[in-house]
């Protein structure tokens, strides 16, 4: 540890690690302060590494397989004898992914020459030219006050607590504590249909639990196009996720062992009883210990930092990044920030393109998209063409058994700019990123239908959509023609 650095990061997640990796490669002095003990030891990597992104993709990714094995194998002629899981083996299994990353994580700092500091950082002074950062050590060594010619404060997000539902961490629980449940409840409740409702939802259902989702809104995943909103919608409920939409819970209480929850659907009063509850009704910054009272950033009306289009405080110098700031609470968004945010310190003209950040909800099949919706498109005054291809006629999906959900695309019918791609498809998540780089690249659906596309692949689908945007998709038959 050096008294003074060209950089201080406050957080090691996916914002602040990569932007001390970044300060690394590009020569700066660099100190990255991280307090978090993740199962008993210090870990970068922050709450997507440790209890979000990837523990979540490790458990969906076992729950998927345990599930395909039970149920969708046998069409392919394999027969299994009987299925079981050992969830205690799923879960260390989980724990080493996370453990190999977050490792990987500190040895990246290491070999880029970025010092990771043990412990709580807070901004005391971000004013003058010098700021001032106490850095109070987690092994309970004294508090030092360091110095710092840029700051950026990246210590993201908690989950939301509501007074209906209290943390007990046994039987109501948050994310982190869905992440390990010891055994398959066999009744579970979720309060929120937002993405963790959903993806965890989902981990244990195919795992045996009988799963109900209530969620205080009347639609279901507002975010996202309605088309593609619907067939999720239809999809998960398919698949036994009893999502109740317009149903607030008003009251959850443990009595003998068991979680009792009380809602009120318009007006109808109801209880169940369930063996744990997950409470996800979204995230709020986190920044507990962060500022001192000196330390002169503004924050918003709302509890985030305040920063402009290119993560930059009120203060010269200081920045702010991923989910402590506006915008979509989201890895590779905070990873983009601390690049750009590095970068600008550096000298660097960057900018982040918040209109074609993908979102990707990891159930299966995955809800993914980029850029505008119809209804978005439609509010803002665009003449709006659509096209929408289903999967059940590509090739690919139906060989792969994947024949659910469908592309679509949203483009500006005047000057033919493709403005969004969605998907509910196996693999949406990449398949939307094609999408992202066609409208980096201000492509219009004419470029896109001009392009030659792999067959058979899932991706022929993207293709068949935007033909359909002109009535020409092949395999299927089209209303509108050109
Ligand atoms: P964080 O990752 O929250 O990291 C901030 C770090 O700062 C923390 O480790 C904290 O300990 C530390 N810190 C805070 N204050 C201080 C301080 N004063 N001193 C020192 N250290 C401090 N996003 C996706 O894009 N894809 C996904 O699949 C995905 N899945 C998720 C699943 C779950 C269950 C959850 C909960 C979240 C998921 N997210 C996902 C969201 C993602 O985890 C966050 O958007 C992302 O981690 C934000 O990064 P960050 O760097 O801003 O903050
Ligand atoms: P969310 O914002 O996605 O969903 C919360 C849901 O809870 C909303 O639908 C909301 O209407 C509902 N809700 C709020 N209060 C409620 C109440 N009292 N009763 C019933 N329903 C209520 O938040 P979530 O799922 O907690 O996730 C937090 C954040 O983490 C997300 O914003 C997301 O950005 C990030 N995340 C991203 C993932 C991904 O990219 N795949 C995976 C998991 C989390």
Redesign the pocket.
């Known amino acids: 540890m050096k008294d003074s650095y060209d950089l201080i990061i ?8 990569e932007a001390a990796i970044r300060a690394g490669q590009l020569g700066m002095s660099v100190a990255c ?4 003990v993740h199962k008993g030891e210090p870990a970068l ?9 990837i ?3 490790a458990l969906l990714d076992s729950s998927h397989r345990y599930e395909m094995i039970k149920d969708e194998v046998e069409e392919h002629g394999i027969s299994t004898g009987e299925v079981a899981i050992d969830i205690s083996k799923m879960l260390s299994r989980k724990d080493a992914i996370v453990k190999q990353l977050t490792g990987g994580v500190a040895a990246l700092l290491k070999g880029n020459k970025a010092d990771w500091l043990q ?4 901004l005391l002074d971000g004013k003058g030219e010098d700021k001032k950062v106490q850095f109070t050590p987690l092994d309970g060594g004294e508090a030092v006050t360091l110095t710092a010619k840029n700051v950026i404060l ?4 908690v ?1 939301i607590d509501i007074p209906v539902a209290p943390i007990d961490h046994e039987y109501i629980v948050d ?2 504590g869905a ?1 390990d449940f010891p055994e398959v409840p066999a009744r579970l409740g979720v309060i929120g249909a937002g ?2 409702g959903l ?2 939802g989902s981990v244990w259902r195919r795992l045996g639990a009988e799963v109900v989702v209530y969620e205080a809104m009347p639609t279901f995943l507002a975010a996202a196009d309605s088309a593609v909103s619907k067939e999720a919608m239809k999809l998960l409920a398919k698949q036994g996720l009893d999502i109740r939409l317009d149903t607030k819970v008003t009251n959850a209480e443990v009595k003998d062992g068991k979680v009792v929850v009380t809602t009120d659907a318009k007006g109808e009063t109801k209880e169940e009883t369930f063996d744990k509850l997950i409470v996800c009704v979204g ?1 709020r910054a ?5 500022l001192g009272e000196d330390a002169g950033v503004e924050l918003t009306e709302r509890g985030l930092v305040a920063v402009n289009d290119y993560c930059r405080t009120n203060l010269d110098g200081v920045y702010a ?4 700031v506006r915008g979509p ?6 990873m983009e920030e ?1 690049m750009m945010a590095v970068e600008r310190i550096h000298g660097e003209k960057v900018q982040v393109n918040y209109d074609t950040i993908i979102s ?1 909800i ?1 159930t299966h099949p995955e809800i993914a998209w980029v850029g505008m919706t119809e209804e978005q498109a439609k509010e803002q005054g665009i003449d709006v063409k659509t096209g929408q291809f289903s999967l059940a006629a590509n090739g690919r999906a139906l060989a792969a058994g994947e024949g659910q959900g469908f592309i679509k695309v949203v483009a500006d019918a005047k000057t033919d700019r493709l403005l969004g791609m969605h998907a509910v498809a196996s693999g949406a998540g990449d398949i939307v990123h094609q999408g992202m780089i066609a409208m980096e690249f201000v492509s219009s659906i004419e470029d896109l239908q001009l392009m030659t596309f792999a067959h058979p692949t899932i991706s022929e689908a993207v293709h068949e959509a935007v033909l359909s945007a002109d009535g020409r998709a092949i395999h299927a038959i089209q209303r509108k023609r050109k």
């Open positions: 406050i957080g090691g997640g996916p914002g602040g690690y302060i991280e307090k978090r990597g922050g709450t997507c590494l440790n209890v979000g992104c523990p979540s993709k412990g709580t950082g807070t990246a210590s993201g997000s989950p994310s982190t992440l993405v963790i993806e965890l995230r986190y920044k507990e210990n962060l990044i991923g989910d402590l609470m989201l890895a590779h968004k905070a601390g990707v990891y």
